[in-house]
């Protein structure tokens, strides 16, 4: 069966018999594996072009039961301006290596596929404060896949008001829960991974979900609010989504 579908290709992979698997993360199917011949170096035609990492293209496939194979592609965007900043570079490298880790394959998901194109538009114009973007992408992306951690309450005892970022009980909890747990590993070596930022962590998580991309493109956190939530953030992205450690995120 034919198909066509926009995408950006996430990486590639180098298979047998010179052939290559590209993880493509498209708008109808989610990610999916697609196999080719074509390579950067031996073809010029846009097919070619459409295959490097960033690209964002139109893609048509011939969809098997258990396989997708590139037909032919056309760019639409190449995101060009991101290899021309090493910090901009690094950064979507990081957006790309999240979303192929975040994501199993073949599960649609359109509307993260439209936050990610924002994004990447959106880091390419920019010229400073590629961190703030970054957390607008996690935050985003942990709420279309259902794991937006709890805020308007404590995660353990249900308490309204709670201080204290837990990264194991997925959100906020209170001060009395936090007593609750430290009493209990006491002397175990078993730290838990509790935080207190300094900044009103609800208030900016919020705001992060509910403004649209477009509202970033003049905001930057300030940068001990950007280093905080970063890390609070990907300790949980790696705890809750299994993700590990990502190649990109040690160059940042």
């Known amino acids: 069966m034919l198909t066509t579908t926009e995408g950006i290709v996430l990486r590639q992979v180098k298979a047998a018999s ?83 880790k975040a994501l199993p394959e073949e599960m649609p998901q359109p509307k993260l596929f439209s936050i990610l194109t924002d994004v990447l538009a959106e880091l390419e114009q920019r010229k400073s404060g590629f961190d703030t973007l970054l957390i607008c992408y996690e935050v985003k992306l942990l709420a279309e896949v259902g794991l937006l951690p709890v805020l308007d309450r404590c995660a353990r005892c249900g308490a309204p008001e709670p201080a204290l970022f837990s990264v194991p009980d997925g959100g906020m909890i209170c001060r009395d829960c936090a007593k609750k747990i430290e009493a209990k590993t006491a002397g175990t070596g078993k730290g838990r991974l509790i935080l207190e930022p300094g900044f009103d962590i609800v208030k900016v998580i919020d705001y992060f979900l509910k403004k649209p991309v477009s509202a970033f493109r003049k905001v930057a956190l300030e940068k001990s609010t950007a280093s905080q939530l970063q890390a609070a953030l990907r300790e949980y992205l790696s705890y809750h989504m299994d993700i590990g450690s990502l190649k990109s995120e040690s160059m940042l």
């Open 18 to 100: 010179g052939r290559r698997i590209l993880l493509i993360f498209t708008r109808e199917y989610g990610k999916i594996s697609v196999g080719t011949g074509l390579t950067e170096r031996n073809n010029r035609s846009k097919a070619a072009l459409a295959i490097r990492p960033f690209t964002y293209a139109r893609y048509d496939l011939y969809k098997n039961k258990d396989y997708f194979d590139l037909n032919s592609a056309d760019v639409l965007k190449s995101y060009y301006g991101l290899g021309e900043d090493i910090d901009k570079y690094v950064a979507a490298s990081y957006l790309l290596e999240l979303t192929d």
